[in-house]
C-alpha cells in the first residue's frame, strides 16, 4: 500500500501518524534531535535542509492521517506487518505501533533473521520494517536507498521513479562539493514532497567518553568499515 509513487496518501499518513518528538523522548530520554530531510543530521550542514521549510511534511497529525487513510479506504481490520532485525529496535516499534493505534491503525510487530529478510527487502516483500542505519561519512548510501537499484542490503525503500533516479546519480557523479551539496538538499526537498518510503524520524546523540590523556583523537563520522588508504599499522 505504500510504493505507489502516483499516490502519496498511504506513505503521508505514515509520516503524520509518527510523533517523533515523543519517539526521542520515550527511547532515547530526550538525547536526540528530529530530522529535517531524508538525512541523518549529522552529515555536514550543507547537506541538509532547513526545519522551517520543511515542517510540512514531517508534521505531526493524527487527524490528517485518519482523513488519508480514510479517503484511499483503508481496511482498519487489516495489520500492517513491522518487521525488526532483532530487539534492539524493539522499543522503537512498539512506540510506533502505540502512536499509530490512536487512530484505529493495527501494527504487528515480528522479529526477524536478517539473512532471512534483507534478501526479500530488495524484492519489496514488506509491509514495514524500522530500524536504524550506520553514520555514513557521505549521503551516498542513504540517497542510494531512495534509487531503483540501491546496491544496498537493504532495499524496497524507493519510488522507481525515473527522475529520482536520474537526480541520485548525477549527484553521485557531481565532485564539486558545492554542487553536489545544492543537488542533494534539492534531491531531499522532491523526496519528501513524494512522501519517500525512506522515513528518517530522527537522530541520537552519540556521546563518546575519551580518557583526558588522549591525544589527536579524530573520530570518524560513519561506523562501518570504510577503506582508509592514507593510515597504514606495521
Not at 509520516?15 to 518528538?21: A, F, G, P, V
Not at 552529515?43 to 505531526?60: A, F, I, W
Request: net charge negative.
Amino acid at each position: 500500500p505504500w510504493s505507489n509513487p502516483a499516490d502519496i496518501r498511504m506513505r503521508q499518513a505514515g509520516y503524520r501518524l509518527t510523533d517523533r518528538q515523543q519517539m526521542i523522548e520515550l527511547r532515547y530520554s530526550g538525547s536526540g534531535v528530529l530530522t529535517s530531510g531524508v538525512l541523518a543530521m549529522g552529515q555536514s550542514k550543507e547537506y541538509l535542509l532547513d526545519p522551517k521549510e520543511t515542517e510540512q511534511y514531517l508534521k505531526y497529525d493524527p487527524a490528517e492521517a485518519k482523513r488519508l487513510l480514510d479517503a484511499v479506504g483503508w481496511d482498519y481490520n487489516r495489520e500492517v506487518v513491522c518487521e525488526i532485525i532483532g530487539t534492539q529496535n524493539q522499543s522503537g516499534a512498539e512506540i510506533l505501533k502505540q502512536q499509530w493505534a490512536r487512530i484505529g491503525l493495527k501494527l504487528r510487530i515480528e522479529v526477524v533473521n536478517a539473512g532471512e529478510f534483507l534478501p526479500r527487502s530488495n524484492r519489496g516483500e514488506y509491509d514495514l520494517f524500522h530500524g536504524s542505519h550506520p553514520q555514513y561519512d557521505s549521503p551516498q548510501a542513504p540517497m542510494r536507498q531512495n534509487h531503483s537499484d540501491s546496491r544496498l542490503a537493504y532495499g524496497g525503500t524507493a519510488l522507481g521513479l525515473p527522475e529520482i533516479d536520474a537526480m541520485i546519480e548525477k549527484a553521485e557523479k557531481t565532485v564539486n562539493f558545492e554542487e553536489n551539496a545544492k543537488l542533494i538538499r534539492d534531491l531531499q526537498t522532491e523526496l519528501l514532497k513524494r512522501y519517500t518510503p525512506y522515513y528518517n524520524i530522527l537522530t541520537p546523540y552519540n556521546q563518546v567518553l575519551v580518557n583526558n590523556k588522549m591525544r589527536n583523537l579524530e573520530i570518524e563520522s560513519a561506523n562501518t568499515s570504510l577503506h582508509r588508504a592514507d593510515a597504514w599499522l606495521a
